[in-house]
């Protein structure tokens, strides 16, 4: 596994291989040791919710005796497949179909499964099994560029001589449709302001706190991303990979 001199140079190579898709590519990125770690916590989280007591049409109405009996049934249905969900595997990590094969998976294919079930594609493919959208909803698309964004490095700290925080700022695409009114209205009150408040706005503007993640040295003396939730491009919600065939490198 390559390492980096320039936990820069690091990040951007991650970064650009999210974009691509490339989700193996991008785990290989990442700290062997937190590969193993990040595995063996999702096998535990999965474990433990096969092992939850499953509810019981008594425990809606146990509270509300005089709860109908068609409205306990439909809240427990619910229930169910909420849950159902939630213990899915293949749900949240593709191309990993059970607890069975999470175990045998190797760390790497965990974590390229776990990056690629965060990215935007995947999400919306769920929300469309779900029925929460349609294949024919207008804007997905531009939904994708909009939420697609950049992640642009700012500067690196070393905490300890084995572990160092990135830091990056996410640069989020705007929409090609037009503004709503609330955006129209806060145009024109922009406007209004003097010039120099103006310009703090722009400044400001997008720039909310930058985020941060980790890399750790390994012992040919180069860095390494850990794997986890603070992955560049996971960390805060953000959704990641292309937003479609026609992107070009300055997209990213």
Known sequence: MDTFDDPLALFRVAVERLNAEDFRGAAQCCDPVSLRAFQRETISRFAQAGARRPLQLKDFTYGDPDMPQELAEYNLRKHQEAIGRLDDVSRELPHIANLDALRAAAPH??????????????????HVADG??????????EL???FRGNLRPIGVIEVSPSLA???FAHDVNAPNSAPDKWAADEVVRVASLPADEQALNADLRGNSSPRNTHCRRQPSGGWLLIAGHEFPGVSTGLVIGRAGSDDSDDDR
């Open 165 to 167: 925080h990135i830091f």
């Open 132 to 141: 929460v959208l349609s294949e024919a909803d207008v804007g997905v698309s």
């Open 109 to 126: 294919d965990v974590f390229a499964s776990f990056l690629e079930g965060q990215s935007i594609g995947w999400m919306l493919a769920r």
């Open 144 to 146: 994708l560029n909009a």
